[in-house]
């Protein structure tokens, strides 16, 4: 059972994206990202362990106790690249770093193992690629914008992303 927490992006920001998208997608041959996945991980929280249905409750138990000590406003500018991600940038923030260092507190996963896993780097993944991403003409205008009121608990597999849970960020 593979599980993420994570901001879901509103229908005007997803239109504004799927426009980026539309822009972008014939200048690169990527595993571009369907839209209607588009989201903010707050926490990737990979494998849950052995008898994962039977724990699940305590994890939801343990995700709505999370909450934001600020309304957590979004902003998306801008494109960036890792060697294997073409992403769209959000700017970090006191109260989204915040959230994603409660979710992980609360779910008792720790980082992933990278270089730099002390530091939350939020963005929406764009595409992926088993090479090296292109050289893309990284654009640094606002995408789009908005005020989360809510993150959720999802279910990975076969490809599909399944919302298990969703938790209010009532400030």
Not at 6 to 19: S, T, Y
Not at 42 to 48: A, H, L, N, S, V
Not at 100 to 109: D, F, I, K, P
């Amino acid at each position: 059972m593979r599980l993420f927490t994570a901001i879901d992006i509103p229908p005007d920001v997803k239109a504004a994206l799927a426009a980026l998208l539309d822009r972008h997608r014939p200048l690169a041959k990527l595993h571009w990202i369907p839209v209607e996945k588009l989201h903010i991980t707050t926490k990737f929280i990979g494998e849950w362990p052995d008898q994962p249905e039977a724990r699940l409750d305590e994890l939801k138990q343990a995700l709505a106790s999370v909450k934001a000590p600020a309304p957590v406003d979004i902003v998306i500018r801008g494109l960036g690249r890792l060697p294997r991600v073409l992403y769209a940038a959000v700017e970090p923030n006191e109260a989204l770093t915040a959230l994603a260092a409660a979710t992980e507190l609360a779910v008792g996963v720790p980082a992933e193992d990278r270089a730099d896993n002390r530091v939350y780097r939020p963005h929406i993944t764009l595409a992926r690629t088993r090479k090296r991403v292109p050289h893309v003409d990284l654009e640094l205008s606002t995408i789009g914008s908005f005020r989360a009121s809510s993150f959720a608990l999802y279910l990975s597999a076969a490809g599909k992303y399944t919302k298990l849970q969703e938790f209010s960020l009532d400030i």
